[in-house]
């Protein structure tokens, strides 16, 4: 059986000709964390997230037509979210998480427990902006691409998310 892992090895081991396949081998090991963290995200379930994110990577290497789309990461992020609510559509939703984070400062606990609640609070929609701005580090761009907006509509959606957050923080 292949793992996405083995597909990555092989693909910088034996990289395509073309410049186009060198980078994108590069940038699927890349990409791989931030696929894992955003099903986390949906998901909740450590072991759950790693199946979904493999999965969707197994899919991206079997289909090559997005290759000539120019809309690689767009693709990527469409898998994971249909692997994602396929998944809910089969189980019933997971509550918190089972572990905690690595022992901090009592504050600092308080603070992104406080911020946790608060993302929570807001529509999924603006969850998954504020996921893939802050935590996957993504340019409007890309988000726009993934989520089917404009550069323009994801930063002025994003402002108002950010606004609802402070007045939700107090």
């Given amino acids: 059986t292949n793992t996405v892992a083995d597909t990555l090895y092989f693909m910088n081991e034996n990289p395509q000709q073309t410049e186009k396949g060198v980078s994108m081998s590069a940038d ?16 909740g379930h450590r072991q759950t997230a790693e199946d979904l994110t493999q999965e969707t990577f197994l899919r991206f290497l079997a289909d090559r037509r997005y290759q000539d789309m120019g809309r690689e990461l ?8 249909n692997q994602c609510i396929d998944y809910y559509r089969k189980q019933k939703p997971l509550a918190l998480p089972d572990e905690l984070p690595e022992v901090q400062e009592e504050d600092e606990l308080l603070i992104s427990f406080a911020l946790q609640e608060a993302v929570k609070q807001l529509p999924l929609e603006e969850q998954e902006l504020i996921f893939l701005k802050y935590v996957n580090e993504l340019s409007a761009t890309e988000i726009g691409q993934i989520l089917g907006w404009s550069r323009f509509a994801v930063y002025r959606r994003l402002k108002g998310c950010l606004k609802r957050l402070k007045q939700l923080l107090g």
């Fill in 28 to 43: 699927l090991e890349e990409q791989y964390n931030k696929i894992y963290r955003y099903c986390y995200m949906k998901l």
């Fill in 74 to 81: 767009a693709y990527l992020y469409t898998i994971a979210r």
